[in-house]
């Protein structure tokens, strides 16, 4: 069936660097695009969305990349710091579906 | 606003008893959702709910049940546990737009 995949399960980045994780997705019907940050023993945490007829959206560190045509979606962090160790999640949504389709996630781990 | 409440935090369970995991919202979300997590996984959608009085099954409901009788509470059973059932579970709530709102989760062990 449709899925939402990352291509990296783990991501070891510098403190202080740029990371970017990837996320693949395979149905072209997708409306909306989530990214969430899960930090250990806690709930997903909502950081940036982007529609479907965006290319780049930006926020406060963060930067989310949208290229339809090979069905990409990426989250840039800008400056990283310890607090952004966490597994990140993209998530996909239809409009009129109501049900969000996770990734397996990708857990950055940021270097002092 | 408390967000999203979920009780127990913690609980183990023997293989064949019941329980029911508690979530409560107070941000009058119309939209309710029970996931699972297993350990290194993504999450799985179990049910879901667009109101009160409405749920509809997601991608592993077998096992569990639902009811909406309210639109802040959304109580999951299980019913008969099995080990398979083993995982942390996830309640979320959402309103007009299409972001979630998680709670903080119940680690449930089954042996």
């Known amino acids: 069936g449709e899925s939402v995949g990352l291509h990296l399960p783990t991501l070891s980045v510098q403190e202080g660097d740029n990371s970017i994780i990837n996320c693949a997705y395979s149905n072209s019907a997708s409306d909306y695009f989530i990214w969430y940050k899960q930090e250990s023993g806690k709930g997903p945490q909502f950081i940036i969305d982007?529609?479907?007829?965006?290319d780049k959206r930006q926020g406060q560190r963060v930067t989310v990349l949208l290229n339809k045509t090979v069905k990409h979606l990426s989250l840039q962090i800008a400056a990283t710091q310890p607090g952004d160790s966490a597994v990140y999640f993209c998530a996909e949504i239809r409009f009129g579906n109501e049900k969000l389709t996770f990734g397996t996630g990708t857990r950055l781990t940021i270097i002092p | 606003n408390a967000g999203v409440t979920q009780t127990p935090k913690f609980r183990i369970l023997k293989i064949g008893q019941s329980m029911t995991l508690q979530c409560t919202q107070d941000?009058?979300?119309?939209?309710m959702y029970w996931y699972r997590q297993d350990p290194g996984m993504g999450l799985k959608l179990i049910y879901y709910?667009?109101?009160?009085?409405?749920?509809d099954k997601g991608e592993v409901p077998n096992g569990y049940n639902v009811s909406r009788s309210t639109t802040e509470d959304f109580p999951l059973r299980l019913e008969l546990a099995a080990p398979s059932q083993t995982s942390v579970y996830f309640c979320a709530s959402g309103g007009s737009g299409y972001e979630q709102y998680f709670g903080p989760g119940t680690r449930l062990t089954v042996t």
């Open positions: 709910s667009v109101g009160a009085g409405i749920t």
């Open positions: 982007i529609r479907s007829n965006m």
């Open positions: 941000m009058n979300h119309n939209y």
